[in-house]
């Protein structure tokens, strides 16, 4: 059930797959650092919210900054979208 889930989210929101993708497996981005690398501010930030929600993106605030990092469902995303060619 839970891969049925992913891959719908694969198929329709290909844009988000680019945000997951550019987080990686590494050290979370703040927001900010993160839009940049995108290059859209609006849409990504939108994108950011609705990966959060859909639980692929976990967002912790420290200070004034909030860091995203992949939960591991937007790691199996990742994987998938590596093993299908998106």
Do not use: C, P
Not at 4 to 21: C, H, N, P, S, T
Not at 58 to 76: C, I, Q
Request: glycine fraction near 10%.
């Amino acid at each position: 059930m839970k891969d049925a889930k992913l891959l719908k989210v694969l198929v329709e929101q290909k844009a988000l797959v680019k945000v997951l993708k550019t987080i990686g497996a590494g050290k979370g981005y703040s927001t900010r650092e993160l839009l940049t690398k995108l290059g859209a501010y609006g849409y990504g930030h939108k994108l950011l919210l609705k990966a959060d929600k859909l639980g692929l993106v976990d967002r912790k605030t420290v200070k004034n900054k909030v860091f995203n990092t992949l939960t591991s469902e937007g790691k199996k995303i990742i994987a998938l979208a590596k093993e299908i060619g998106v």
